[in-house]
């Protein structure tokens, strides 16, 4: 079994991007977004599946599981193999942390008696003293395997690392780690509140006007305009694409205030002097913002889990895309595959003649699609 398996996301010269598997830091496959079933495309599923070496090795979706008639249910990421018989689930968690403060969600995968197996995180790696790295997946088994054979829980979300006791061992220091600074923090809180309520109060001077005594006028500075606040940590997957942004992310939101709410990493492949593309950090991959003149000037969407505001997603079909703005979208060819097409939503208000949505498909299938002004909505690589 591979010491080391991640899952990294890479975009083609297209813009289009894929999830590619490494072990031990060679490339051995990828994982897919398909869709399976149903008869005609109509009640198919969408399903990731995991290729090594060109082969299907299983696959995995999404499923609601427990509750009582779809009561109280949850769910969960189902895995299978290639055989189509169920192998493992997974699903996230909060693990760590104390009195649920400082908890990270994980993804932690179950074998099909209900023993815990792996836990999933997304981390930094790659780069140089936390600079020009990239968000990858990595697993982690947290069971033995049996003898004669390695575990593999599916594609996706869930997949095998060799495990160790290091890794429960840190975990352990780590929470007593949390206790013994609390404690300390508590103690010395304590000391200080005792030695302020005795301290006797401090008489300030008399400052009660005496007759015909001049008066100074002291003029106060207005206080600097408050700094934005950080982002909550599911402020992505909580907003839908519109013509102005995601979310809180507005087109024409000044760079200064991007820097301050988000961390991000700048893609010099695709960036000049005087135009910038970004990924960002700490939200699912997919997610690019570019900046021109020192303001956002639009927003790119890769990845099947951001929709737009009328539930455009990237997998779906031109003809489902096509009813969800029936008769508003104008085609236009790909400029690098004759097969390729742009669906463009041009608005009718005059207020938003400046803006667009521009769709990227295959000739059956979105593959991206992204919002902004004229004229960087309608770059085709990047800045360039």
């Known amino acids: 079994m591979a010491q080391e398996r991640e899952i990294r996301k890479e975009t083609s010269f297209f813009g289009t991007e894929k999830e590619v598997i ?28 995991e290729y090594i070496g060109g082969k299907e090795t299983g696959y995995s979706k999404e499923e609601e599981r427990g509750g009582f008639f779809g009561i109280g249910s949850e769910k969960v990421q189902v895995q299978y193999g290639k055989d189509d018989n169920e192998v493992g689930h997974s699903r996230i968690e909060e693990r760590g942390g104390f009195l649920g403060l400082g908890a990270d969600h994980v993804r932690v995968g179950y ?15 790659h780069g140089v003293f936390g600079i020009g790295g990239e968000r990858v ?16 829980y599916g594609s996706g979300d869930s997949y095998s690392e060799s495990g160790s006791s290091r890794d429960a061992q840190s975990t352990e220091e780590s929470s007593s780690h949390w206790l013994f600074w609390l404690i300390l923090i508590s103690i010395s ?35 600097p305009p408050a700094m934005p606040m950080p982002l909550p ?13 995601l979310g809180p992310l507005r087109i024409g939101t000044p760079l200064s205030e991007v820097t301050s709410r988000l961390e991000f990493v700048r893609d010099k492949d695709f960036s000049t002097q005087t135009c910038s593309v970004l990924h960002p950090t700490g939200v699912p991959a997919g997610l690019i913002i570019m900046i021109t003149n020192g ?4 927003v790119d969407i890769n990845s099947p889990e951001y929709t737009s505001l009328r539930g455009a997603r990237v997998g779906m079909t031109e003809e489902e895309l096509m009813g969800l703005y029936p008769g508003e979208l104008t085609v236009s060819y790909g400029k690098y595959n004759p097969d ?45």
Request: hydrophobic fraction near 35%.
């Open 22 to 49: 490494y072990e031990d830091g060679n490339r051995v496959g990828e994982v897919k977004t398909e869709e399976r079933g149903g008869f005609f495309g109509i009640g198919s599923e969408t399903v990731k599946v």
């Open 233 to 245: 940590r599911d402020w992505a997957l909580n907003s839908k694409l519109s013509l102005k942004g």
């Open 295 to 298: 303001q956002v000037s639009r």
């Open 189 to 223: 809180v304590w000391i200080l509140s005792r030695w302020i309520a005795d301290k006797p109060p401090v008489q300030g001077p008399n400052f009660v006007a005496k007759p015909n005594q001049p008066r100074t006028v002291v003029s106060i500075p207005s206080l």
């Open 137 to 152: 997946k990595v697993t982690r088994n947290t069971a033995t395997a049996p003898s004669g054979g390695s575990q593999n």
């Open 111 to 125: 074998d099909t008696e209900g023993n815990e197996v792996s836990q999933t995180t997304w981390e930094n790696r």
């Open 340 to 384: 390729g097409r742009y669906l463009t939503f041009v608005p009718k208000d005059a207020a938003d003649r400046n803006f667009r949505m521009v769709f990227v498909t295959d000739g059956k299938r979105v593959l991206s699609f992204a919002t902004g002004r004229l004229p960087e909505v309608e770059y085709v690589e990047g800045c360039l």
